[in-house]
């Protein structure tokens, strides 16, 4: 802000003179000291690297790649990124593994036998299952068959999904530590079971920026309609200790995708830039005064909102998108809000420049009737999906651009909960052997990584937990997961916090 102008704001306006006064001569010699201490660091650093040659052709290809590369101000991206964009298809509840990707054909003869005890070896039940007295083997009631040249095994459940397996990195090998909804959710979108941890879509916004200065880095779209487990929206729109600029942005289906970003009735909003630029000079001040970052966060979400008045408007409109493309997504692509128009509108925001789109889709939870609940949510998913992997491929963005399809908090077990017939059983929460796969930039396409016993009960190869897939999705935009750390009440936090390591096995 220029000297006219803040001497305008605060000529006539005592509070802002006391505001002003208060920056004493503690806080002076404090500021100036830091300043002269990382003047005296960077001339520091500077002839270390003249002493050790930090500047000498001693550096590969990609050393020389990175160093024209756009890096932000945190030195990011570590290394040089497969990935550009994410979407994380979220499928709420825990989808039942061995019902959809992991087939077992031996069960079929197992029908209504008792889950052996050496096969659940002291594992944590959930107090469902703790209660009943039997623990009945339950098999799938969908046929499979193998699809594409890898020979991937998929269920009659999700005909169209099996059209693009060869575009598939399927992980059967996932375990988390939780085994109840809330915290399973909050651990894999954060990783650590207790709520106040940024999310992935916050740490990424945190290290990486933005590509598209009038959009957020990090938005969500949730299905509408949906029933299950509630959906705390702390897991996208609270950014835990990161700056609240971080934060996710949920769009909403219907005219206004973004609450309160439309202008009261009967104002035009002509001065709304004069306003914000008054705003941001008063707090130009409180912040010369105090020092608070979060003064700059709020400006900086302020600045967003008003420059998403004209941005969201067009990018939500998908009355533009040709027939075949509705066609392709399927009949309810064109009912605002569901899963179908979801996907394309996700596809939209990133090629809008959105670095992270985050869909929820609730229901997966069959506690009973499983067969039924589970065809009834494929139906509303699969058609959606596929055509998302087919579609950003189709515009060449698969490329570089890394589908998940999962994060379903946890599996589901091969006994079934409450009685079993033929043709209905239900399964409970199973954290210890569940499935997701991937798509896209920098992973195997038509791979299959880890197996789990005849029973889907255990991993026997190649584990993943969830620590380790953060560690995974961090590497490929780029990110060395252990060096990107946010400081906070005297400890250096990170996405993975102690834990995980990046499974090359996965990447192309």
């Given amino acids: 802000m220029c000297n006219d102008h803040h ?5 006539n306006n005592r509070d802002l003179q006391k505001i002003e006064r208060q920056i004493d001569r503690r806080h002076f010699l404090k500021k100036t000291s830091l300043g002269l201490g990382a003047i005296a660091l960077s001339s520091l650093l500077g002839g270390a690297e003249k002493m050790f040659g930090g500047a000498t052709g001693n550096k590969t290809k990609e050393d020389l790649i990175l160093e024209n590369y756009n890096k932000n101000r945190l030195g990011l991206p570590h290394h040089l990124p497969k990935a550009k964009r994410i979407i994380y298809l979220f499928q709420s509840g825990g989808p039942s593994q061995m019902d959809l990707f992991d087939y077992k054909p031996k069960l079929v003869d197992m029908f209504g036998k008792e889950l052996p005890e050496s096969i659940i070896g002291g594992q944590r039940l959930t107090g469902m299952s ?4 039997t623990l009945p083997i339950a098999p799938s009631t969908f046929n499979f068959k193998q699809y594409g040249k890898s020979k991937a095994w998929v269920s009659d459940a999700m005909p169209y999904l099996s059209e693009v397996v060869d575009d598939l990195c399927f992980m059967k090998g996932m375990q988390t530590d939780q085994i109840n909804h809330t915290p399973a959710i909050t651990f894999m979108q954060t990783g650590h079971q207790l709520p106040g941890r940024p999310s992935i879509g916050s740490w990424l916004s945190y290290g990486l920026g933005s590509d598209n200065e009038n959009l957020p880095t990090f938005i969500t779209l949730v299905s ?6 509630p959906l705390k929206s702390s897991l996208w729109g609270g950014n835990g200790f990161l700056p609240t600029e971080h934060q996710g942005v949920q769009f909403r289906s219907g005219k206004d995708p973004v609450l309160y970003l439309s202008d009261p009735e009967n104002y035009d909003g002509n001065d709304r830039r004069h306003m914000l630029d008054y705003l941001g000079g008063l707090n130009d001040i409180q912040n010369d005064a105090y020092g608070d970052p979060e003064i700059q966060a709020r400006m900086s979400q302020y600045e967003m909102a008003f420059k998403m008045q004209t941005s969201v408007p067009e990018v939500a409109d998908l009355s533009d998108e040709p027939d075949h493309i509705f066609e392709l997504y399927g009949k309810d692509s064109r009912d605002p809000g569901t899963y179908a128009a979801n996907c394309l509108m996700a596809r939209k925001l990133l090629e809008k420049g959105v670095k992270f789109v985050q869909l929820y889709h609730q229901g997966w939870d069959q506690h009973n009737n499983c067969p039924g609940g589970l065809k009834h949510q494929c139906k509303k998913t699969d058609q959606g999906t596929a055509a998302l992997i087919k579609d950003l491929k189709q515009r060449g963005m698969l490329d570089d651009t890394l589908v998940i399809w999962g994060g379903g908090e946890f599996g589901r077990t091969v006994y079934s909960q409450g009685q079993l017939t ?3 059983h239900g399964r409970d929460h199973h954290p210890k052997a569940f499935t997701m796969w991937m798509a896209g930039a920098g992973v195997k396409p038509g791979f ?6 005849d029973f889907s009960y255990n991993v026997i190869k190649d584990p993943l937990h969830v620590h380790d897939f953060h560690a995974t ?8 997961h252990e060096r990107l750390t946010f400081k906070h009440q005297g400890r250096r936090y990170r996405l993975t916090d102690v834990h995980g390591h990046v499974v090359k096995d996965l990447l192309t």
């Fill in 224 to 229: 509408k309609n949906g029933k299950g487990q």
């Fill in 422 to 424: 033929k043709e209905n």
């Fill in 7 to 11: 001497n305008k704001l605060t000529s």
């Fill in 473 to 480: 999705l961090m590497h490929l935009v780029g990110v060395d």
């Fill in 130 to 133: 703790g209660s009943q007295s």
């Fill in 448 to 453: 299959s990584y880890g197996e789990t016993d």
